[in-house]
T-cell receptor, first 115, second 109 residues
Framework: DAGVTQSPTHLIKTRGQQVTLRCSPK?????VSWYQQALGQGPQFIFQ???????QRGNFPDRFSGHQFPNYSSELNVNALLLGDSALYLC??????????????FGQGTRLTVV | DQQVKQNSPSLSVQEGRISILNCDYT??????FLWYKKYPAEGPTFLIS?????DKNEDGRFTVFLNKSAKHLSLHIVPSQPGDSAVYFC????????FGTGTRLKVLA
């Protein structure tokens, strides 16, 4: 059973460019969340998608946007990249069949470097 | 404002002994708490969770304790093994998780 998979694993972009990161959730999971982890920090919640809609959003600017497809996979888009966007971007999937208190499973992350 | 805090950035423990990792939170509305382990170049791996209606949850060598009045939770690992060496994050919330900054555990052989 494949877990959460993310692509690409590493990416280098120039300031001002746009980037798209991809995530396939664990089999059977329908909810995808995105997190940003800066060096030395814990992951910070960006947003969550459920039934192809953004359900929750963290404290991130509109430059960060996302999408969920009918097969539950998801994309994270970041426009007008800043140096401070350099981080590990983590995707997590879950299946809240017991209500919303359920563990999320994380992918290995995409390391984004903005130069 | 850091709603979930892990005040110990690092911890070293001898193999076979108990590891205790601590976490404090400020938001009394949090009703679900989790611990994740992270190795370098990998995503966080779920370890154990606890609902706010409980004060203890065990899974093998891992036990999580929740003290709601103190807004404090802890993870006990007994006995500690060298393979437990990793960064441990506590997280809290519903729908979305608020993570602490992590504690790096080193288990010495």
């Amino acid at each position: 059973d494949a877990g959460v998979t993310q692509s690409p694993t590493h990416l280098i972009k120039t300031r001002g460019q746009q980037v798209t990161l991809r995530c396939s959730p664990k089999s059977g999971h329908d909810t995808v969340s995105w997190y940003q982890q800066a060096l030395g920090q814990g992951p910070q919640f960006i947003f969550q998608y459920y039934e192809e809609e953004e359900r929750q959003r963290g404290n991130f600017p509109d430059r960060f946007s996302g999408h969920q497809f009918p097969n539950y996979s998801s994309e994270l888009n970041v426009n007008a990249l800043l140096l401070g966007d350099s981080a590990l971007y983590l995707c997590a999937s879950s299946f809240p069949d017991r209500g919303w208190n359920t563990e999320a499973f994380f992918g290995q992350g995409t390391r984004l470097t903005v130069v | 404002d850091q709603q979930v805090k892990q005040n110990s950035p690092s911890l070293s423990v001898q193999e076979g002994r108990i590891s205790i990792l601590n976490c404090d939170y400020t938001n009394s509305m949090f009703d679900y708490f989790l611990w994740y382990k992270k190795y370098p170049a990998e995503g966080p791996t779920f370890l154990i969770s606890i609902s706010s209606i409980k004060d203890k949850n065990e899974d093998g060598r891992f036990t999580v304790f929740l003290n709601k009045s103190a807004k404090h939770l802890s993870l006990h690992i007994v006995p500690s093994q060298p393979g437990d060496s990793a960064v441990y994050f506590c997280a809290a919330g519903t729908y979305k998780y608020i993570f602490g900054t992590g504690t790096r555990l080193k288990v010495l052989a």
